[in-house]
């Protein structure tokens, strides 16, 4: 799989160690893209050393099941998180960063690190997910009319339109991780979606969250007696 300028084509090409940009609600997922405002100087500390080495950060959810005791500026992260490269940058001229992370594979947090960076820094491995590496892995297994139902049903509900074009000529991989990534779901759906094991499963996934939010939005509808 080419990335920007690399290629990943197994594991072991995989930083073992990476910088970590923990937020809330972001879903990041192979060959997917996600981009980001920088503005906080840690992390454009984190930028500028990603930027110096392999480009690559670590995306990952805090987690949110309100660990107590935890600290808000260091809360405890989940332990799956999604690895992205750098592949565009550019200087806003007022101290930000713009930047789109392309995704290359998942990980698993092995430990938090600390050397002495402003930002967080976790030993991770991507041994378990080298099925991400494959661009064609699944694609076949998706049950793309449910997928597509369910995503006509959530428009209909909220008086939504789509690019029904660019819908219809996706890959079944590009469709369920943009569906994914962009669905308006909190950070317990988002994770879902992310540590489901393969194309097939995230599709089911987000065809059942889908189908509990209409479910939920259709018993929030006043009714007349």
Known sequence: MRIGNTAYENVREIPDSVPVFPLS???????????????????????????????VIGMVQPRFDGEAGSDPEAPPLCEIGSLGRITSFQESGDGRYLIQLAGICRFKVLEEVDEGDIFRRCRISAEDFACDLDGESGEEDVDRDALIEAFQSYLDANDLEADWKS??????????????????????????????????????????????????QAGDKPTLN
Not at 29 to 51: G, Q, T
Not at 181 to 199: C, R, W
């Open 25 to 55: 609600g972001a879903l990041l997922l192979p060959r997917s893209h996600l981009p980001l405002n920088i503005f906080e100087p840690r992390y454009l500390a984190m930028i500028d050393e990603a930027l110096a080495t392999h480009r």
């Open 167 to 216: 819908v219809r000529s996706a890959s079944n991989e590009a469709l369920v991780n943009t569906l994914a990534m962009m669905s308006p779901y909190g950070p317990a759906e988002k994770q879902a979606l992310l540590e489901a094991p393969d194309l097939r499963a995230r599709a089911a996934t987000l065809v059942a969250i889908t189908e509990i939010e209409l479910a939920r």
